[in-house]
């Protein structure tokens, strides 16, 4: 089994940025634990805070991987077009985010993603990500 996790904006500053909201852990630590508990898929980590690089991952795997989880960060409450690259793509793509985006401000409420997505899973920390690979399981 394949799963790609693809990660956008300020995501690269976990573990320093908000750990109130966001935690103590870096993704890349979170990423090496996945790989141990679950050897039987081939991971790949993708992480930019530049969208086209997101919609360019999101096409490159579309189509051959089992899964995608995706955390557009601040892109999900912005960007047409990786919603658009998440429905033009055949591989199922799980919308992923640490916090609870509803207990946050209100702009934080819409997601361009979620109506083109396999399910949405949010507000559980970086379990989040796990839960998610749970559903390709």
């Given at each position: 089994m394949k799963i790609s996790i693809i990660n956008g904006p300020n995501l690269n500053l976990l573990g320093q940025r908000e750990p109130s909201v966001y935690g103590n852990q870096t993704f890349e630590e979170y990423f090496t634990t996945l790989q141990i508990k679950y050897p039987a898929i081939?991971?790949?980590?993708?992480?930019?805070?530049?969208?086209?690089?997101?919609?360019?991952?999101?096409?490159?795997?579309?189509?051959?991987?089992?899964?995608?989880?995706?955390?557009?960060?601040a892109y999900t409450h912005t960007s047409i077009g990786i919603g658009d690259a998440v429905?033009?793509?055949?591989?199922?793509?799980?919308?992923?985010?640490?916090?609870?985006?509803?207990?946050?401000?209100s702009f934080r409420h819409q997601s361009y993603i979620s109506g083109n997505a396999k399910g949405v899973i949010l507000g559980f920390g970086l379990k989040s990500y796990e839960l998610a690979i749970q559903s390709f399981l």
């Open positions: 081939a991971f790949t980590y993708f992480q930019s805070n530049i969208e086209g690089e997101l919609i360019d991952k999101i096409q490159e795997f579309g189509f051959s991987f089992d899964g995608i989880i995706l955390n557009a960060g429905k033009a793509v055949t591989t199922p793509v799980v919308e992923v985010h640490i916090s609870n985006t509803f207990f946050r401000e």
